[in-house]
Each structure stands twice: as C-alpha cells, then as structure tokens.
C-alpha cells in the first residue's frame, strides 16, 4: 500500500505519462521504464538529443504542467554506453536527477580478461536498479560465467522505497 508522498517503482508496463498523471493525483510519486512510445512522452526527441552522446550521461526534460493535467513530469534519457538510451517517466519530486552512485561496467579486454569502468548515472535511475530484485552486482571472476545464465523479462518491478 502506498500512502502520499511515498515514491512507487513500476516495471514498464505501467511507464506512461497517463500512469504517472494517475498516481501523481494520488499523492503518490511514480518512477518508470518507458520502453514503447507512448503519447506525450518525448522518446524521439530525448534519442535525438542523446545521439552523439557519450556513454554515462543523460537528459531530463521536464513538462508543461498545462499539458499533463496540472502534474509536473520528467521525461530522463540515460545513456550507458555509446549506443543505448533507456527511458524513464517520472513525477517530479520522485527523486534527485543529480550524479549518484555509478554503474560498474564489465567487459572483456583484447586478450580476454575482465576490465571495469565506472559509468555515471543519476541519483534517481541509482534507486531504481538498486531497489531491482534482479542480480546487479556480480562477483568479477564469476561474470561472464553467469550473465548468459540470467534471465530476467523486466528490469523493474512493483515496489515501493
């Protein structure tokens, strides 16, 4: 159950600017994974905006409340490598969009052992990966033994912080 003020974290079933508008009346703040196009959220233009980006970096654009039914929104591009944006939809007061505790990339150097980079990420998209019962941190000499063993259809689910 939430009660006003708390902040709920939905899967992207529920990441739209009419979910968001929904909870928002509720008093209950709503962060989301926007992964299809859904009216009034601004994918194209945070992918176009992002495009040249670099890896570890990201994009807030706020609404015009006159055009969300009187709530304020986020729309947050997050690009964590060079090539791929993930969506979010949040209310505004969800949580800080400020740099916050990054994401530890692993990947394989030329002759196969494991390096890792840090990749900035906001405070916001921090408490959603950290609220995920999905696996995030993996034992380095474990890495890329298991990630192919992992499945996982959502990135996010149901709770609440």
Not at 31 to 60: C, I, N, R, S, Y
Not at 97 to 120: D, H, L, M, W
């Amino acid at each position: 159950m939430c009660n006003p003020g708390d902040t709920l974290l939905v899967d992207s079933w529920f990441g739209s600017v009419k979910a968001a508008i929904a909870v928002a009346v509720l008093g209950v703040h709503l962060m989301a994974v926007v992964k299809t196009g859904h009216a009034g959220f601004p994918k194209v233009e945070l992918q176009t905006l992002m495009a040249d980006m670099p890896g570890g970096v990201w994009a807030v654009l706020k609404s015009d409340p006159a055009n969300t039914g009187g709530v304020p929104l986020l729309a947050i591009g997050y690009k964590y490598n060079t090539k791929k944006v993930l969506f979010f939809i949040t209310t505004v007061g969800a949580g800080s969009t400020a740099p916050g505790k990054p994401y530890i990339a692993a990947f394989p150097e030329s002759y196969g052992n494991q390096c890792t980079r840090r990749v900035a990420r906001p405070v916001i998209i921090t408490t959603c990966f950290d609220n995920s019962p999905k696996v995030r941190e993996i034992p380095p000499h474990l890495d890329f033994k298991l990630k192919p063993l992992l499945s996982c259809e959502s990135t996010y689910v149901n709770c609440s912080v």
